[in-house]
């Protein structure tokens, strides 16, 4: 269980050390992607909100899933998900945030040139 939490909380790192590359190297008025899952339900919202979105959610999903895994509502679960849930959930998410960043600063400057 301990390693399900250091694995969480270093994807959840991972996510505020992308956030902080992404406010240097973006431009002020950039706008970043929330996507939930798909390009059809995407939503840009401005730079600073959108680089405290996505490591919030990153911790919050380590938080919820981490503090249920803990929990006597997964007393009955198989040892293998009670440990695996969280990080996986919140692995996802660094993935995605690192996606939506990569694109974004792809398409700044590509526009730049």
């Known amino acids: 269980m301990v390693a399900s939490l250091v694995v969480s909380g270093v994807f959840a790192l991972a996510m505020i050390v992308a956030a902080g590359r992404a406010a240097v190297v973006l431009p ?15 939503v840009e919202v401005p730079k600073r909100a ?3 979105i996505w490591p919030a959610a990153g911790l919050a999903v380590a938080g919820v899933l981490g503090g ?6 997964a007393a009955g679960w198989v040892p293998g998900v009670r440990y ?7 692995g996802v998410l660094l ?9 974004r600063e792809r ?6 040139e």
């Open 28 to 42: 002020a008025g950039a706008r970043i992607p929330l996507h939930f899952g798909s390009v059809e339900r995407c």
């Open 50 to 52: 959108g680089l405290v």
């Open 68 to 73: 249920i895994a803990a929990s006597g509502l």
């Open 84 to 90: 695996v849930l969280a990080p996986a959930a919140t």
């Open 95 to 103: 993935a995605f945030e690192v996606g939506a960043l990569l694109a």
């Open 107 to 112: 398409e700044t400057s590509a526009r730049s």
